[in-house]
């Protein structure tokens, strides 16, 4: 049977892989929804090289273009948070959540709320919304798909076991750039700190791995995902990322996940899920790599690791506050206004200076996000005008 695909945030990294699989089997996928937020030619490509139904650019301002580019195309041009609200809780059977940041709060909510498969790629929706998203799935009966590598291997080896046999999962992490050297931190480069060993990715994600606060975010999405509380989460420095991550059962085995670094192979896993689909992802060559690394993380090194798992701990608004925080230390970092270890000492100011309640709804987690990202870039302009 077609599976139909919603695809939010059709013109980006998670997108473009997601649209290179499912346009190798137009027997098995059916995309009736594509969105983005201002790349209108991109999307208009999209919209109709899959012949979607529905194409929708959140910034309104480009509705007029999006509508001349769909012309007789018979696809749908909307544009605005509503119509992305539609495209993710329409007629779609699966929906790939694959937009960045907050943005992609409200439309992963709706599409959870209509009770959908969701292959969610947007780390913020757990990080900042965990219990709200597991509570709505809990009560519309929608099923989360993790699309985040170490999440979808976690997700890979829970399969054909019960729960209650898990004694804890392992999340592995590349270490960055700087995992050994070097040894100041305090005059790293952006150019350096851009440069991940395994992985190629954005400027911000690839700071995140740097200061290891991505791993800090990823064992908060992991703790809502899975629900297990922080003594059962571990973090293993692996640099090679070949293991991408590993559960613990009650009886001491240990099941992994491995492969090549390809968002394609956990990107296919959710899309076919509880099948599996033929990639064309490179074939792992054990013998060629020869040897598999893991150590302990550094937390003197990366505090950042510690600060997450802090934030995680106390939970409410905390995790909101540790991401909004992190993205405009990272900007700021990137643009030369503070150094790299100011990022982790920026989230940690941030983070004792809260005094948030616990949000209880999307609109107050957009809030909390809001305040914090206004307080911490005007701290930002005191030290570095
Ligand atoms: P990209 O920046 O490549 O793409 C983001 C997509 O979201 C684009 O389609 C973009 O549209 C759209 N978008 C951006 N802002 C908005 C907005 N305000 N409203 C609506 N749509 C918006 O990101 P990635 O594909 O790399 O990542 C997507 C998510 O997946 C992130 O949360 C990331 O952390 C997560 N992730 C990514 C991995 C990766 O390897 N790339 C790995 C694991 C998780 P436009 O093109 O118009 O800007």
């Known amino acids: 049977m077609t599976r139909k695909i919603a695809i939010l945030g059709a013109t980006g990294s998670i997108g473009s892989s997601t649209l290179d699989l499912v346009e190798r089997l137009p027997d098995r996928f059916e995309v009736v929804a594509v969105t983005a937020a201002s790349n209108v030619e991109s999307l208009a490509v999209i919209a109709r090289r899959t012949k979607a139904k529905l194409a929708v650019i959140a910034d309104k301002s ?16 909307a544009a605005g948070e509503q119509a992305l609200n539609e495209a993710a809780s329409g007629d779609a059977d699966l929906v790939i959540a694959a937009i960045v940041g907050c943005a992609g709060l409200k439309p992963v909510m709706a ?18 919304a965990g219990d709200l998203m597991i509570e709505a799935a809990t009560g519309s ?12 291997a976690i997700f890979q080896c829970l399969a054909g076991n019960r729960r209650e046999d898990v004694s804890r999962i392992i999340l592995t992490a590349s270490g960055g750039p700087f995992r050994v050297t070097p040894t100041n931190l305090g ?7 851009v440069a991940h060993p395994n992985w190629s990715m954005g400027a911000k994600i690839s700071v995140d791995s740097a200061t290891l606060m991505n791993k800090g975010l990823e064992l ?10 922080s003594e059962r989460i571990d973090i293993v420095i692996h640099p090679q990322s070949t293991v991408h991550s590993l559960v613990e059962f009650v009886d001491g085995s240990v099941l992994a996940q491995l492969g090549p670094p390809d968002m ?28 598999l690394d893991f150590e302990a993380p550094d937390l003197a090194r990366f505090p950042a690791l510690r600060i997450a798992r802090e934030a995680m701990e106390a939970g409410g608004a905390a995790p909101v506050v540790l991401n909004a925080a992190n993205e405009i230390a990272v900007d700021s970092f990137l643009k030369g206004r503070i150094r790299f270890p ?17 949000p209880r709804s999307i609109g107050d987690v957009l809030e909390i996000d809001r305040t914090t990202r206004a307080r911490v870039e005007a701290s930002m302009r005191e030290v570095c005008p």
């Open 220 to 229: 908060i999405e992991a703790h809502y995902l899975f629900g297990l509380p």
């Open 111 to 128: 599409a959870v709320e209509a009770g959908k498969t969701v292959a969610l790629a947007n780390k913020e929706a757990l990080v900042t």
């Open 264 to 291: 394609r192979i956990p990107i296919a896993y959710a899309l076919a899920w509880p099948e599996r689909l033929a990639t064309p992802a490179e074939r792992l060559d054990l013998a060629a790599l020869g040897r």
């Open 141 to 152: 009966g929608a099923t989360i798909l993790p699309v985040d590598s170490e999440h979808n």
């Open 187 to 193: 005059d790293v480069s952006p150019e350096q700190a």
């Open 62 to 77: 480009r509705l007029g273009v999006l509508e001349e580019l769909l012309a007789e195309t018979g696809c749908q041009a």
């Open 342 to 358: 100011e990022i982790a000492e920026t989230v940690e100011r941030a983070l004792g200076d809260s005094g948030f309640t616990a």
